[in-house]
């Protein structure tokens, strides 16, 4: 495990302006954290692998903007750096690469080699600022060691205080989906299957407590191929256009598992709102048969895990509709007075499963919908209308990147 002690550990050096510093990348480490002071320091373990390396402080200064980085140090190439990166992501959620000029390293061993023989005193409790993050460009920096990396560090560690990250994720996805409804006797009434197209963006933050917070949106279309019938129960063929819409937000608890793994149990709330377009079709006879749309809306509460280890996450999640609402827009197409169904509340389920390398994210994912039979509703010329059983199967491909 890699602990970090008091500033009355702490060896400071003369500021070095990184303007001035080589433009020529010598070397490269790995940025574990960026802090506004050094009381928030992560107490996580490091990969076996990397054990060997330098922990350090890097103290960045902006103007009158102070503010630290956990640096890992030191790689020969960039790719060695990435590659620590990668194996340090689940844990280390802002770790970034870059390169430092020999200097810096020359710096840090120096100080290793000044804590083997007598730690300086604790500096003022005014030199600890609090700060916004660093802007690199113009930044002047001095260099800490971490004595607990050293042999001759003794003293106890402070509690550490994990600090917040933020994430923002973009991606794309494509769906088979499946839409049928049923007849009250359970035989099946019609079928769509065709390809829906989406483009997401969620947003994760992760407190310091590990509290968790997920909001999220979908816009989503394509088209499927109707194979059903008429009210009268003549079959008929047409093609169907959907557009919609994804909203939800998710909270939930982060913690680890094992070295390498972190659970997240959560809940959330979700709306999905969509139009069903069945254009006019034709009849198994030949005729024509005249078509309409419906909008619908459903709000879903959810309760469901997640884990994230190094390169792979997975979720599932079970939900329950707590609102259902069809609008059946008949006055469009010249069928009569627009009707509004409330279908049944059913539960229904998701997972996803994944793959992730440095900011790509690529996954499988498996959903489905389902509503019971919605109550009668006058229609007029004594009909009475409702909403059939009626499910949808999701299974799709999503892939992005992560911020």
Request: aromatic fraction near 12%; charged fraction near 20%; glycine fraction near 8%.
């Amino acid at each position: 495990f890699v602990r970090f002690v008091a500033l009355a550990l702490m060896l400071s050096f003369p500021a070095i302006d990184a303007r001035a510093q080589s433009s020529t990348a010598d070397l490269y480490v790995v940025v574990l954290a960026t802090v506004a002071n050094t009381f928030q320091r992560p107490a996580t373990p490091l990969p076996e692998g990397l054990r060997d390396k330098s922990v350090y402080w890097r103290r960045v200064r902006s103007g009158d903007v102070v503010s630290y980085q956990l640096g890992l140090g030191f790689f020969d190439t960039r790719s060695d750096a990435e590659r620590a990166q990668q194996q340090l992501a689940a844990s280390f959620r802002e770790a970034h690469a870059f390169s430092v000029s020999s200097a810096e390293r020359d710096n840090v061993l120096k100080a290793q080699q000044q804590a083997r023989l007598a730690p300086v005193p604790a500096p003022p409790a005014e030199d600890i600022f609090l700060a916004l993050p660093p802007q690199a460009a113009t930044a002047e920096s001095d260099w800490y060691l971490n004595p607990a990396a050293t042999p001759a560090a003794t003293a106890p560690a402070l509690p550490p205080q994990a600090a917040s990250s933020n994430q923002f994720s973009v991606y794309i996805a494509t769906e088979e989906y499946v839409w049928k409804e049923f007849l009250a006797n359970g035989s099946q009434a019609l079928k769509e299957q065709g390809t829906l197209f989406g483009i997401g963006f969620a947003f994760y933050h992760e407190f310091r407590n590990h509290m968790t917070i997920k909001p999220g949106v979908e816009i989503f279309g394509g088209s499927t191929n109707y194979d059903g019938q008429t009210q009268s129960g003549t079959p008929a063929t047409t093609t169907v256009g959907y557009s919609g819409i994804k909203l939800g937000v998710d909270g939930g608890y982060r913690f680890r598992s094992s070295e390498s793994v972190f659970l997240e149990p959560f809940g959330g709330i979700g709306i999905r709102a969509w139009t069903r377009d069945i254009k006019n079709g034709t009849t198994s006879t030949g005729s024509p048969s005249l078509g309409y749309k419906e909008d619908w809306t459903t709000v879903m509460a959810r309760l469901g895990l997640r884990m994230d280890a190094s390169t792979l996450f997975f979720e599932a999640a079970v939900r329950y509709s707590i609102y259902n609402e069809n609008t059946v827009r008949l006055s469009e197409a010249g069928l009569g007075s627009d009707l509004t169904l409330y279908p049944g509340k059913q539960p229904s389920f998701f997972g996803e499963v994944g793959v992730k390398a440095s900011k790509f994210k690529g996954s499988v994912y498996y959903e489905t919908l389902s509503f019971s039979k919605s109550d009668s509703v006058y229609a007029g010329g004594g009909i009475y209308a409702y909403q059939p059983k009626s499910t949808a199967t999701m299974v799709g491909i999503r892939l992005g990147a992560a911020f």
